[in-house]
């Protein structure tokens, strides 16, 4: 069975802008959900941001992800679960270089990639489990586009935010991602002061507050 929603509504360009500012790990020192896990960049550094193109596909069959690629819009990310197959890759030189030619800016699998030297060519960046030759066929057995995934043990729905860098991949939803990129800017431009008082013989456990738990 075949299943194909429209694409959810494009995230506000104020998002990408205010998230290219800051770090996916500075979000990780402030809360503990929304972080695929498991999955590897295919090059560093990386970073895209982008609205979630959503596809389920069997382990075998990647019939859906070509039609997805085929119908994305400049901005989109592709995220793919394959139920649970890690090991097949549906994402390879072709559908990287027709990604890219539609303005796709990244792509997330939860599953192997393949044609690894053609995609970095492209410059194409992907978070993948890795590399593996053995691949999905065009099968048309099933496959759904822009349904609830779930991508490294994270729900990914379609017209979430993903935000994508060399340190990780972070999924938001859109209506927080703003107040979000606000407080990672003011978290990282504090360590602009720390940096200079760490230089001139300041302290780093002062800093993070770490010294309070050793004061006997
Ligand atoms: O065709 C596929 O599904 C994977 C692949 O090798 C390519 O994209 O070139
Ligand atoms: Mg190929």
Redesign the pocket.
């Known amino acids: 069975m075949f299943t194909q929603n429209l694409s959810a509504p494009q995230i506000d360009p104020a998002i990408v802008d205010a998230l290219s500012e800051v770090c996916t790990s500075t979000l990780g020192h402030l809360r503990d959900h929304g972080f695929p896990r498991g999955l590897v960049p295919n090059r560093r550094p990386l970073k895209f941001i982008g609205t979630a193109i959503t596809v389920r596909i069997p382990h075998l069959d ?1 019939t859906a ?2 039609v997805a690629v085929d119908q994305a819009r400049p901005g989109d990310v592709i995220v793919i679960e394959q139920s649970g197959d890690e090991q097949r ?8 270089f027709t990604a890219k030619e539609r303005g796709v800016v990244g792509a997330i699998i939860d599953g192997k990639s ?2 690894y030297d ?1 995609v970095l060519g492209y410059g194409f960046p992907l978070y993948s489990r890795g590399i593996a030759a053995h ?2 066929r ?1 099968a048309g057995i099933e496959g759904a586009i822009n349904v609830p995934v779930s991508v490294g043990g994270v729900v990914v729905e379609p017209g979430d935010v993903v935000f994508a860098d060399s340190d990780g991949i972070a999924i938001l939803k859109p209506d927080e991602a703003l107040e979000i990129a606000k407080i990672l800017k003011q978290k990282e431009d504090a360590e602009i002061p720390a940096r200079e008082k760490i230089q001139t013989g300041g302290s780093l456990a002062e800093y993070s507050g770490a010294i309070n738990y050793f004061n006997n």
């Open positions: 990647s992800v070509h890759s549906c994402f390879g030189g072709l559908v990287s393949n044609d053609e691949t999905t065009i």
